[in-house]
């Protein structure tokens, strides 16, 4: 019987009973109103105000300069569109990293300005005392680790993490700490499948994974990669379920003969 079908919404704890009873969580990303409000109503179980608005949004080549205003800014269009699905937003960077009473003040606005459920944060050991602060203040937090893009200029790309011995080794210590302070979850991005099967037997909490082979508690996706729409965009872990670029072009290509040979509107377009 599936644990999540039937509740009114999606908690912390329904999450971590979904992984008890092998239920696999949906999660997807989302940055608006209009988007939101699809996922949720097709049953989505998280919905992440993620980072990426930053690229997908803003067309940045990195999810560095988008601000906290503007996380918060998507993040309450998002919640204003979501009945059930938990809302998890990132803390961008630079409102975390460099004390944890400048990741709790973030934290708190974040829950205060939108609404959200919980915040994400990138990183293990290093940031453990914000995670800490930001839990202490009753604020569900939930992990990433493996790639994570707010320190693509240390990593220098975006390929495969912890593939060699010793960075698997501080990955899972990571995930345990990440566990034992008591986050809701935590994402697994672009890891050796074998590792990601080993990191989500070792914790508690539900793993979530994006590029991390099947044995992941759920799996995330960006949206607007699933559904077709940044056509560029091609790792060998993308699933796309539509090609709206295509379709959105043909759409708009069909307007403008429609406009130009002033066809639209016709008389029953008009009042
Ligand atoms: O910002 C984001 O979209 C993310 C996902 C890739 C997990 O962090």
Not at 105 to 117: P, Q, T, V
Not at 199 to 219: C, E, M
């Amino acid at each position: 019987m599936s644990v999540s079908k039937d509740v009114k919404r999606i908690t912390t704890h329904i999450l971590k009973a979904m992984k008890d009873k092998n239920e696999k969580i949906s999660m997807l990303t989302a940055y608006d109103y209009s988007m939101a409000k699809i996922l949720d109503s097709a049953g989505i179980d998280i919905l992440l105000v993620g980072d990426s608005a930053s690229n997908v949004m803003a067309g940045h080549e990195t999810t560095l300069p988008i601000t906290l205003d503007q996380m918060i800014y998507h993040a309450a269009s998002v919640v204003r569109g979501v009945k059930k699905a938990f809302v998890v937003v990132d803390l961008p960077f630079g409102s975390y990293q460099s004390n944890s009473n400048k990741a709790l003040a973030s934290a708190i606005r974040i829950m205060k300005e939108s609404g959200a459920h919980g915040i994400k944060l990138e990183g293990g050991a290093e940031i453990a005392e914000s995670v800490e602060k930001i839990l202490s203040a009753g604020i569900p937090v939930m992990g990433h680790l493996g790639l994570t893009p707010q320190s693509i200029y240390k990593f220098g790309t975006y390929t495969v993490r912890a593939k060699e011995q010793e960075e698997a080794k501080k990955l899972k210590k990571d995930a345990k700490i990440l566990d034992n302070l008591g986050c809701f979850g935590i994402v697994l991005e672009k890891i050796p499948a074998k590792l990601a099967k080993a990191v989500t037997k070792s914790v508690s909490v539900p793993t979530i994974g994006i590029g991390g082979g099947p044995d992941t508690d759920g799996q995330v996706l960006v949206t607007h990669d699933l559904l077709g729409i940044t056509k560029e965009f091609q790792p060998r872990f993308l699933r796309r379920y539509m090609e709206l670029h295509e379709d959105i072009k043909v759409a708009v290509e069909k307007y403008i003969v429609d406009v130009k040979a002033k066809d639209f509107p016709n008389k029953s377009e008009a009042y």
